[in-house]
């Protein structure tokens, strides 16, 4: 990665974070995915952290679409704390800084780093690593490698995406078009 990352320390690239949204660095060596959340509870911070977590990806010819869902389980006597479904798309030409990639093979899973950022003041609020599988990690290839063979086009890919959000008005309905998803049990305690 080159930097480190601490919880409760600053996120040490200077960033314009989004209110709520995803956000994914894919390189060769590593892959990041930064979920920035302004004003998280106690109760959503263990649910990154800890919880369950389910990923989808919906791949178009110029985006794809990150799907995302973390979940403490349900305790009797204690209400189930969730960071809901949430969509993020994620464009091969507009990530900079880095050189696009994914490591691994065809049919390899791969580690993905996962930063959960206060919006609010770029302060790190948790980390935490999720292995990939093969089925993710190669739907992920394959849409890296269809968007790197059209030319860069912000209109193109703008106009995919919002058709894409004509059709879904929410994620549960974008859902319906996820290629690969990935269910991954909550952390032992």
């Known amino acids: 990665m080159g930097y480190s990352l601490e919880v409760g320390a600053p996120y040490p690239k200077e960033v314009n974070w989004p209110k709520s949204a995803a956000n994914l660095v894919l390189s060769k060596a590593y892959v990041e995915i930064i979920y920035a959340f302004d004003g998280l509870t106690p109760d959503e911070r263990a649910a990154f952290n800890t919880g369950a977590a389910a990923f989808a990806i919906v791949p178009g010819d110029r985006h794809l679409m990150w799907c995302y869902r973390f979940e403490v389980p349900t305790r009797p006597g204690i209400q189930s704390a969730s960071l809901g479904w949430g969509d993020s798309p994620w464009e091969a030409h507009r990530q900079r800084d880095r050189v ?79 290629t690969a998803g990935q269910l991954i049990p909550a952390l032992e305690n």
């Open 100 to 178: 696009v990639g994914v490591p691994g093979r065809e049919g390899e899973p791969f580690p993905a780093y996962m930063v959960l950022v206060d919006s609010g003041t770029g302060i790190v609020e948790g980390l935490r690593v999720a292995d990939l599988d093969e089925g993710i990690a190669d739907e992920i290839r394959g849409a890296v490698a269809r968007q790197l063979a059209f030319p860069h086009d912000d209109a193109a890919a703008s106009r995919e995406i919002n058709a894409l959000y004509q059709r879904h008005p929410s994620t549960q309905s974008l859902l319906t078009e996820a």
